[in-house]
């Protein structure tokens, strides 16, 4: 069973739609989760941080569930240039125990 | 200009051939990581750095090695390439006095190729 598992996807959804995309982990000690976006041949880049209470950015709302060990991205009237992979990311523990999903990738289309 | 500089950005080479990936940055950061990605598979951890003085060996480590020249530059060697070796490789750095753990930002990858 893999660490951090994802829906590969892809995701095919119109302009303006509401999309969820879900991970689960194995390790019940990870402390710290993240959403990544990774764009068609270039590098991650943060996209937000989870936090148990859950947090909004935006169109962008991610959850955790420690409990099901379960992390959600929630995005909101989705744009063309929402367009991307993402990926799920859990750490338990120093910058090395940072264990990346294979991602999810959207297509936004008009 | 990047934060964080990988070079070179594409290459082709030869099995058996030396291959080296270097990676510079400028955040300040005194952490440093080499990852590989491939297609459904996520991105691995070949080594890590955490300062000059201390390397680390990651998920993958065999076929690879490491330099931490100074607290910028941090490279990465395939000694005798092969095909398998084949992957897009991402530089990281993390501050571990500021942000999260797992907080990490990446140079704009180089890919490798391997005939």
């Known amino acids: 069973r893999k660490e951090v598992e994802q829906d590969p996807g892809p995701f095919n959804v119109p302009e303006g739609a509401t999309v969820a995309f879900n991970c689960t982990y194995s390790n019940s000690a990870s402390q710290s989760f993240f959403w990544y976006r990774q764009d068609c041949r270039k590098e991650p880049k943060l996209l937000m941080s989870v936090y148990s209470s859950g947090n909004e950015d935006g169109r962008f709302t991610a959850q955790l569930n420690r409990a099901s060990q379960y992390i959600s991205l929630l995005i909101r009237d989705s744009k063309l240039s929402d367009s991307a992979t993402y990926l799920c990311v859990v750490n338990s523990g120093g910058g090395f125990k940072t264990i990346f999903g294979a991602g999810t990738r959207l297509f936004v289309k008009a | 200009d990047a934060d964080v500089t990988q070079t070179p950005r594409n290459r082709i080479t030869k099995t058996g051939k030396r291959i080296m990936l270097e990676c510079s940055q400028t955040k300040g950061h005194d952490r440093m990581y080499w990852y590989r990605q491939d297609p459904g598979l996520g991105l691995r951890l070949i080594y890590y750095s955490f300062d000059v003085k201390d390397i680390n060996k990651g998920e993958i480590s065999d076929g690879y090695s490491v330099s931490r020249q100074a607290q910028a530059k941090f490279s990465l060697s395939l000694e005798s390439a092969i095909p398998n070796q084949t992957a897009l490789y991402f530089c990281?750095?993390?501050?571990?006095?500021?942000?999260?753990?797992?907080?990490?930002?990446f140079g704009e990858g180089s890919r490798l190729t391997v005939l």
């Open positions: 990281a750095t993390s501050d571990s006095n500021r942000g999260h753990p797992g907080e990490l930002f």
